[in-house]
């Protein structure tokens, strides 16, 4: 049996999983033709799951060829072949970014991509095994964000350090870093307020909060930018704008289980360059996973 988180993954993913599988099975009922119009369809079916019409164009060609080469039979054998393919698309860096120690990671992006709910589940996670996290509260904008970040630090058992609405969200980094270094932590994760990558003094704020947690640090900084993954190619654009802003680290993909279009995450390892740290497939604290190219894969397409 499939482990639990597993199931999570493949249930997270069915959607996109559902659409492309339909699409696939017109192709293979077609017979077993590999001919211009079955290579030219499966292009099509790939980028309507939102892979980047670059990324399907090396994946479809790199197929292309193995069927040449080694003859692939049929169009079954080609698809058994795709998930491979998609897997050597995504594959990242190995090192999980997360795993050094000890380490500080303020957490952006626009509004609503899961910012906070991130970073509850990281921080439950992540002490879970043992590292000593200390969470900012670093949205001292939108109501109720310090309330509902409070409730994911009791659920995950870790302190959080908070100043009143409307602060200067820099001196929360502040004194979130002095608190840290006074526990003994080894993990800080900082959560910031929702901002479009368009606003000028928005992302200026963040620069700002950025720079000051830098220069407050003796632990090294990584910038984690929380991306939704129904956004589709627009996330692309977001993230570009923010990686130019801040200097992003990776990427969490989220709501990856409300979508038809996890394909996305083929467009992000290839175009951005930047690792996939974490996969959202859900609400809840364990919806948090590990982004393993050649299980993302073949949850994709085969869902086995
Ligand atoms: N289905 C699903 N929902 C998610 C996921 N991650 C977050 N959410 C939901 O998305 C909504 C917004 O999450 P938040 O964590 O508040 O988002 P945020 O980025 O902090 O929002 P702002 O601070 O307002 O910018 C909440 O209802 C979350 O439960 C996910 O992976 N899957
Ligand atoms: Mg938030």
Do not use: C
Not at 168 to 194: H, K, M, N, W, Y
Not at 207 to 221: D, I, L
Not at 271 to 279: A, E, F, K, S, T
């Amino acid at each position: 049996m499939a482990p639990v988180w597993y199931e999570r993954l493949t249930e997270g993913l069915t959607r996109t999983r559902e659409s492309l599988q339909g699409q696939l099975n017109v192709l293979l009922r077609k017979g077993p033709d590999l001919d211009v119009e079955f290579w030219s369809d499966l292009e099509d079916t790939l980028v309507a799951a939102d892979m980047g019409a670059a990324a399907v164009t090396e994946i479809v060609d790199r197929l292309r060829d193995d069927a040449t080469r080694e003859a692939l039979p049929d169009a079954q054998a080609v698809l058994d072949r795709l998930v491979h393919e998609i897997a050597a698309e995504i594959r990242t860096s190995k090192a999980d970014l997360l795993a050094e120690k000890p380490l500080v990671v303020l957490v952006v992006g626009i509004n609503g991509t899961g910012k906070t709910t991130t970073v509850g589940k990281l921080a439950k996670a992540l002490s879970d095994e043992g590292r000593r996290v200390v969470i900012g509260s670093g949205d001292t904008f939108r109501a109720a964000a310090i309330e509902q970040l409070r409730i994911w630090a009791t659920r995950a058992n870790v302190p959080v350090v908070e100043r009143e609405r409307g602060s200067d969200p820099a001196s929360v980094s502040f004194d979130t870093l002095r608190s840290a270094e006074a526990q003994d932590a080894d993990l800080v994760l900082i959560d910031t307020a929702g901002r479009l990558h368009t606003s000028p003094d928005l992302m200026a704020e963040l620069q700002k909060v950025h720079r000051v947690t830098q220069r407050e640090s003796r632990w090294p900084v990584r910038v984690l930018l929380v991306m939704d993954a129904t956004t589709g190619q627009n996330g692309l654009v977001q993230a570009r704008e923010f990686d130019r802003a801040l200097g992003l680290d990776g990427i969490v993909l989220t709501k990856l289980d409300g979508t038809a279009k996890g394909g996305i995450a083929v467009a992000i390892a290839r175009d951005l360059g930047l690792p996939i740290v974490r996969i959202g497939v859900g609400e809840d604290v364990d919806d948090l996973r590990p982004f393993d190219p050649d299980e993302f894969a073949r949850a994709l397409v085969t869902g086995a």
